[in-house]
């Protein structure tokens, strides 16, 4: 059977989901109650950066396979699986998540179910979640029990969210209790993801808790993983030792391996951060705080970073940034993304801006988000425009673009060779041959 399938919600996961369901064959209707957003994804226009994704959400328009709409009814009429793709985050103030698009979404689809059919959970939500909406959907929709719902937890990475849809590394599928309901959605679930289990990819059944604490704990075990070399990082300066000798030492142990064991400015983004607090506040909720007090030390180390940056850069301007200039390069969490959600980069800039500097930021893909998010920071055209009369460069996300610089360009326009490295990305050899004064985080 050929199901047609729905994605609600049309942001960065929901539209990379819809897209890439559409290029396996599938029809597929995404919604948003966002109208404009809705707009411009029928007219094959990314609201956000993805590379790769463009062409696949334009093919899935031109077959006719990949349609867009604001409407509940519409949606609900035309679908046999309705995957749930909204946004969960932080609570203003707090540290739990925010699942009102969740439950509004919940809310406004299940009293419209009147034929059989499969809702399956993408967004990251706070365990016991899919319990209580399969409560509210048995409860609200005309269908009753013949609405199942499965949880299937999203494990996307910003700048390879397509080959991460399309070729995932396991598929997570948490059940109902009831035999009948939960072998009627694992078959649904298969033949879904027949492709992708046909080429070897795990497919790992569970209950929902189970499923729902998979992609926080992923989460959470790699922000500890970059929080403790970050760590290291910070006992490396003060012992007068270089922290990227020491990951690499440690990545050739097989234990540990090299993958986010990168020292540097540390996590952002709009999962990390929020995740991990997500998890320690429904942990207390639950009466397992004490298993997770180490994610606040996680958190804080994180946080650390930035300090230590701005402190560095101070350092190498005398001790104050009254009346300075610094060139910022660098303003999404990560490269390859647009996302400057809880972006450590623009973090430090803001926060030097305050302290007396001018500051001027470039990023190859993130200035538009960058300037809504930081609109009293000044902006340049390009790495040599942000740097331009500048006493000290920070170099704050590890773009390629940014990391094959040549010193001898970049010194044409600065006001004094002073550049801090905050993703230990560059040679220190070829920049202090260049004469630049060269200083890293966790480095000598």
């Known amino acids: 059977m050929s199901y047609r399938l729905t994605v609600i919600g049309t942001g960065y996961l929901g539209a990379t989901h819809a897209a890439c369901m559409a290029d396996l064959g599938f029809e597929v209707l995404g919604l948003d109650v966002d109208e404009e957003r809705i707009a411009r994804l029928a007219a094959g226009d990314l609201p956000f950066f993805e590379p790769g994704l463009e062409p696949v959400l334009r093919r899935g328009l031109e077959s006719g396979r990949l349609r867009f709409t604001s409407s509940y009814k519409e949606a609900a009429e035309f679908g046999d699986v309705h995957f749930l793709c909204v946004g969960t985050p932080q609570k203003a103030g707090e540290y739990a998540a925010d699942l ?107 209950d929902y808790p189970t499923a729902e604490l998979v992609k926080v704990s992923a989460n959470a075990f790699l922000a500890t993983k970059i929080s403790f070399i970050n760590a290291m990082a910070e006992v490396c300066e003060a012992a007068h030792a270089d922290v990227t000798k020491l990951s690499e030492a440690l990545s050739y142990d097989d234990r540990i391996g090299g993958k986010f064991l990168g020292p540097g400015l540390g996590f952002g983004g709009g999962c990390l951060p929020k995740d991990i607090r997500a998890f320690m506040a429904r942990a207390g909720e639950l009466g397992a705080d004490q298993a997770l007090t180490f994610l606040r030390e996680v958190d804080e180390i994180n946080i650390r970073r930035r300090i230590r940056m701005v402190d560095l850069a101070r350092q190498m301007l005398g001790g104050s940034f009254d009346g300075r200039t610094v060139g910022v390069l660098g303003a999404a969490f990560k490269p390859n993304s647009d996302d400057v959600r809880d972006s450590p980069a623009l973090d430090v ?96």
Not at 175 to 183: C, I, N, S, V
């Open 100 to 206: 009102t698009y969740v439950d509004d979404a919940i809310n406004s689809l299940a009293p419209l179910l009147e034929r059989p059919c499969v809702v399956v959970g993408k967004s990251t939500v706070p365990v016991g979640t899919a319990e209580r909406l399969a409560d509210t959907m048995a409860r609200i929709a005309p269908v009753g029990a013949d609405a199942v719902l499965a949880w299937n937890p999203e494990f996307l990475r910003e700048g390879f969210a397509v080959q991460d849809t399309l070729h995932p590394d396991r598929i997570v599928a948490g059940l109902p209790d009831d035999r009948h309901a939960a072998e009627h959605a694992e078959k649904v679930l298969r033949e879904i993801y027949r492709s992708m289990i046909a080429h070897g990819t795990p497919f790992i059944t569970c």
């Open 349 to 444: 800039a803001a926060s030097i801006r305050a302290q007396g500097a001018a500051v001027t930021v470039y990023d190859p893909q993130a200035m538009g988000n960058a300037r809504r998010a930081q609109p009293s920071l000044e902006y340049g055209e390009s790495a040599l425009s942000a740097a331009r009369g500048a006493h000290v460069v920070l170099l704050l996300t590890e773009w390629a673009e940014f990391r094959g610089m040549d010193p001898d360009s970049l010194a044409s326009v600065v006001a004094e060779r002073n550049i801090v490295d905050g993703r230990n990305a560059l040679d220190p050899e070829k920049w202090r041959a260049a004469g630049w004064t060269y200083r890293a985080l966790g480095r000598p």
